[in-house]
């Protein structure tokens, strides 16, 4: 089935004739029999009738085996990544990365025993190079945040099968209505749910997907930890997930129309977005992608005092981090999402401090360009 019906009926259970599943708010079950540790039925263990539902309709969306919820995408990222890496093992990972898992890669990972090296997404030929023989995975990101750069992906899947490492995918940028990952042999799916799957910028959750064998082992993991999801907001996820598919149609057209309008605006000088023809990689993100998303940047030739003035022009866009609700949001990156990275890091890949980032909403295009037109012509 078409996956916006997947979305509406996947894991869908009638409980009681309800046609929508209730939350489930109890932390634990009624054993029917002694069970073994991980077949208590308890919140924690992410076994909730609300965590199953969920599970089984983002297996079916991503086209996984199986799946799993996260407290947030950290949680999902960083558990995925200490359970196929084990002490003294080495990661490869791409140099332009969101700020929460560059820091965790730079900062926390070292700590648990773990080295990892940075690879550029667009050069493949450099990647043996930084093969040891400890690597065990790669990850990358579908696009970058907020350059908005689509990696080799099908290098990425080629490369892990000839030297044995797991692939990993942060998937968020994209959601399964744009890419979906593990069609083209990714091991590993990951997204913050936090963005487009629920879509309302009122959860923080993450999800996992892949095989039976990786999701049981990363949920293991994660049962341990205790970065369960809680059932409100497995709840408020899986009404969110029902409308994803009409949501990412509006998000892909306003990010397509909001870039045209900007790159045909004298004061702009530069606007990174895949969907536009000018963008490095849109001939692969054509191919591979449904749509570019509702994520897109651009450089003002005024630098960062015309960013400034804009920002405060702006009728529409509220100024935060984050992406994927409803709402178009707008944001410096250097001052938010990629606050924590030294100059030389933000220079060397290549964030200016004028950069500015738009997560378009789902509202009407006219009106968000309309909005940017009155903005720019009092910059
Ligand atoms: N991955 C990407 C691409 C993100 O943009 C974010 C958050 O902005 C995360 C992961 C982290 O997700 P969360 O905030 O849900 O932990």
């Given at each position: 089935?078409?996956?916006?019906?997947?979305?509406?009926?996947?894991?869908?259970?009638?409980?009681?004739?309800?046609?929508?599943?209730?939350?489930?708010?109890s932390s634990t079950?009624?054993?029917?029999?002694?069970?073994?540790?991980?077949?208590?039925?308890y919140l924690r263990l992410n076994?909730t009738?609300?965590h199953?539902?969920?599970?089984?309709?983002?297996?079916?969306?991503?086209?996984?085996?199986?799946?799993?919820?996260?407290?947030?995408?950290?949680?999902?990222?960083?558990?995925?990544?200490?359970?196929?890496?084990?002490?003294?093992?080495?990661?490869?990972?791409?140099?332009?990365?969101?700020?929460?898992?560059?820091?965790?890669?730079?900062?926390?990972?070292?700590?648990?025993?773990?080295?990892?090296?940075?690879?550029?997404?667009?050069?493949?030929?450099?990647?043996?190079?930084?093969?040891?023989?400890?690597?065990?995975?790669?990850?990358?990101?579908?696009?970058?945040?907020?350059?908005?750069?689509?990696?080799?992906?099908?290098?990425?899947?080629?490369?892990?099968?000839?030297?044995?490492?797991?692939?990993?995918?942060?998937?968020?940028?994209?959601?399964?209505?744009?890419?979906?990952?593990?069609?083209?042999?990714?091991?590993?799916?990951?997204?913050?749910?936090?963005?487009?799957?629920?879509?309302?910028?009122?959860?923080?959750?993450?999800?996992?997907?892949?095989?039976?064998?990786?999701?049981?082992?990363?949920?293991?993991?994660?049962?341990?930890?205790?970065?369960s999801?809680d059932v409100?907001?497995?709840?408020?996820?899986?009404?969110?997930?029902?409308?994803?598919?009409?949501?990412?149609?509006?998000?892909?057209?306003?990010?397509?129309?909001?870039?045209?309008?900007?790159?045909?605006?004298?004061?702009?000088?530069?606007?990174?977005?895949?969907?536009?023809?000018?963008?490095?990689?849109?001939?692969?993100?054509?191919?591979?992608?449904?749509?570019?998303?509702?994520?897109?940047?651009?450089?003002?030739?005024?630098?960062?005092?015309?960013?400034?003035?804009?920002?405060?022009?702006?009728?529409?866009?509220?100024?935060?981090?984050?992406?994927?609700?409803?709402?178009?949001?707008?944001?410096?990156?250097?001052?938010?999402?990629?606050?924590?990275?030294?100059?030389?890091?933000?220079?060397?890949?290549?964030?200016?401090?004028?950069?500015?980032?738009?997560?378009?909403?789902?509202?009407?295009?006219?009106?968000?360009?309309?909005?940017?037109?009155?903005?720019?012509?009092?910059?």
């Amino acid at each position: 089935m078409d996956i916006q019906t997947r979305l509406v009926h996947a894991g869908e259970e009638r409980i009681n004739g309800a046609v929508v599943l209730p939350i489930f708010q109890s932390s634990t079950f009624v054993s029917p029999k002694e069970e073994e540790y991980h077949d208590i039925r308890y919140l924690r263990l992410n076994n909730t009738p609300n965590h199953r539902a969920l599970h089984a309709k983002l297996a079916a969306v991503c086209g996984g085996e199986d799946a799993l919820v996260a407290g947030s995408g950290m949680a999902a990222i960083t558990t995925a990544l200490i359970t196929v890496l084990n002490s003294g093992d080495h990661l490869l990972i791409q140099d332009c990365l969101y700020g929460g898992t560059h820091s965790f890669v730079t900062q926390d990972a070292p700590g648990l025993g773990l080295s990892y090296d940075f690879i550029a997404g667009n050069a493949p030929e450099t990647w043996a190079a930084k093969l040891r023989p400890e690597t065990k995975a790669i990850y990358v990101e579908t696009m970058t945040n907020p350059l908005m750069e689509v990696a080799d992906l099908e290098a990425v899947v080629a490369f892990a099968r000839e030297h044995g490492l797991v692939s990993l995918i942060d998937n968020t940028f994209a959601s399964p209505c744009n890419f979906r990952p593990l069609r083209i042999g990714f091991d590993i799916e990951l997204h913050s749910a936090t963005k487009y799957l629920n879509g309302h910028s009122d959860i923080v959750a993450g999800v996992v997907v892949g095989s039976a064998e990786h999701v049981k082992a990363i949920k293991h993991k994660l049962n341990h930890l205790g970065g369960s999801l809680d059932v409100h907001a497995c709840f408020l996820l899986q009404r969110g997930l029902k409308t994803l598919s009409l949501r990412m149609r509006q998000h892909d057209e306003n990010g397509l129309r909001l870039s045209h309008f900007l790159a045909e605006q004298e004061q702009v000088a530069q606007v990174n977005y895949p969907g536009l023809e000018s963008h490095p990689q849109y001939e692969r993100a054509q191919r591979l992608f449904a749509g570019a998303g509702g994520v897109l940047s651009f450089e003002l030739h005024g630098g960062v005092e015309a960013a400034e003035r804009l920002l405060s022009k702006l009728v529409l866009p509220a100024s935060a981090p984050s992406l994927g609700g409803v709402e178009t949001l707008i944001t410096r990156p250097v001052t938010t999402s990629h606050s924590g990275l030294s100059r030389e890091e933000l220079a060397a890949i290549g964030i200016a401090d004028g950069l500015v980032r738009v997560a378009c909403g789902i509202e009407a295009a006219e009106d968000l360009c309309a909005d940017f037109a009155q903005a720019l012509a009092g910059v």
